[in-house]
């Protein structure tokens, strides 16, 4: 037997494994008196702001620009989105100016890397650092308290709450938006002219910059795609599921949704499923913290590092085996 197959048969071993265990989780939660329904319904809700950007970011890669900037997209535009909310009183709208403000990000991105040739990586970070000390210097300047702020309950953008026989069940519209995101991204990259520009462009730019098509405009358009699902996301969390703003809001979801693209190999279904799993990962965490008689047999911080740990896993498992666009992170030069 080859290296190569003994290495692929440990996957799928593993891969059987990590399921097994995650039907072994459920039916624990089960027996022990934690609803079905409710864990699914926080898994949705965990996965949405997940899911939009690892959407994005499939397309952004898919064109040959990296956006490791998630994080920060997040944060700024959680708190872009609560601002503009209060202005406006409304949630939605908020929605709409943190989709705004991740755009203009994914923008200003892909125009340093494409007309600035600056390095994809060292930008995204950049992004990161940059939100670490504008959003605690922002809630501090507009709303004069250090690292949180709480808004009216009325700006949360409405769920759809359905009555069901295991119980009343509630699902964010932003959710069903994220699940079509995934299943619109994978037709507009498999099965349309722009999706066929967009992989030419991550594999091989000089061949489209041959047959006439703009690399620039194309890498571009992308950047800001991923940006504003991002910033959608990232608004989405205050407004849609934590009800109030922190300065460590994001938690490390950037980099998850990163671990998401990468696990999905640049496919949006995967990433979709990505999302699901890490987000059934965070919602595990948050009904052992709340159930009575689990979380004095668990560990607190063992718990909260749940889906850290499983984004771990599942990338040491995936990895290896993911094959990516040949152009990705490297400006195009015209010869």
């Known amino acids: ?78 708190l ?62 507009i709303w004069a308290f250090p690292g949180i702020h709480i808004f009216p309950r009325e700006l949360m953008v409405p769920r759809v709450r359905l009555d069901t026989p295991q119980g009343l069940f509630s699902m964010s519209p932003v959710t069903l938006l994220a699940i079509g995101a995934a299943i619109l991204a994978y037709v507009l990259l498999h099965r349309t002219l722009l999706g066929l520009r967009i992989r030419a462009v991550g594999e091989r730019p000089e061949a489209v910059d041959v047959a006439g098509v703009s690399v620039a405009r194309v890498r571009i358009l992308t950047s800001t795609l991923g940006g504003a699902l991002a910033g959608l996301g990232g608004a989405f969390m205050p407004l849609g599921w934590f009800g109030g703003l922190t300065k460590e809001m994001a938690a490390g979801r950037g980099y998850i949704a990163l671990a998401a693209v990468v696990f999905a190999g640049l496919n949006p279904l995967l990433a979709l499923a990505g999302a699901f799993l890490f987000g059934f990962s965070e919602a595990l965490a948050f009904t052992i913290v709340v159930t009575p008689g689990i979380k004095d047999l668990v560990p607190f911080y063992f718990v909260q590092m749940t889906p850290y740990l499983v984004t771990i896993v ?22």
Not at 59 to 68: D, L
Not at 102 to 111: K, S, T, Y
């Open 1 to 78: 037997m080859r290296l190569r197959d003994l290495v692929s048969g440990r996957k799928r071993l593993y891969l059987f494994g990590g399921l097994g265990l995650l039907a072994a989780s459920i039916y624990f939660l089960w027996q022990t008196g934690v609803g079905s329904m409710r864990l699914l319904e926080t898994t949705l809700i965990a996965m949405t702001p997940l899911t939009l950007a690892a959407t994005g970011e499939c397309i952004n890669e898919k064109a040959g620009v990296i956006n490791i900037g998630l994080e920060g997209i997040f944060l700024i535009a959680a």
């Open 80 to 141: 872009s989105g609560v601002y503009w909310a209060e202005i406006f009183q409304s949630g939605v709208l908020g929605l709409v100016f943190g989709s705004l403000t991740g755009a203009l990000i994914g923008f200003f991105l892909g125009v340093m890397s494409v007309y600035g040739k600056a390095d994809q990586i060292i930008a995204g970070m950049g992004i990161n650092l940059l939100a670490i000390g504008l959003v605690p210097f922002l809630l501090m300047a």
């Open 314 to 335: 599942a990338l040491v498992l995936v990895l290896g085996g993911r094959r990516f666009p040949r152009a990705i992170g490297r400006p195009y030069r015209r010869e």
